[in-house]
């Protein structure tokens, strides 16, 4: 059982930045799939970001261009960078994993791992 735990959250002013993490209690080399998801109040849960092993990585169309997803094997952790961030992008942000590839668009029901999220407030 892989434990995640994100860290980087906080509160940044509108055109900000910040990066999060995402540290795995164990090796990520057989994490074929991580993701970011957020859930901002009264929303459901949205995918943002994900790679799969071999470098691939896809965006949803509201942060593409602004937001990076990477990953570091030698640390066990995967990250996002989020440029430019915009008010409506408060949320509470979720890395999850598993071991299945999965390109392009991930849904949540396809992730083994989560982790217990960590809060980003963008003021305007």
């Known amino acids: 059982q892989v434990q995640l735990v994100e860290s980087g959250g906080g509160l940044v002013q509108a055109g900000g930045s910040l990066r999060l993490s995402c540290a795995a209690s164990e090796s990520i080399f057989s994490i074929n799939t991580g993701a970011w998801y957020r859930q901002a109040p009264g929303n459901q849960r949205e995918w943002v970001a994900s790679?799969?092993?071999?470098?691939?990585?896809a965006y949803a169309d509201s942060v593409t261009g602004r937001f990076a997803i990477s990953r570091d094997n030698t640390k066990n952790t995967f990250y996002l960078q989020m440029n430019s961030l915009k008010p409506e992008e408060t949320a509470v942000y979720y890395c999850a994993a598993t071991h299945e590839y999965c390109s392009g668009y991930v849904n949540s029901a396809d992730m083994s791992y989560w982790g217990k999220g960590t809060l980003v407030t963008v003021s305007s």
């Open positions: 790679f799969v092993s071999g470098g691939a990585t």
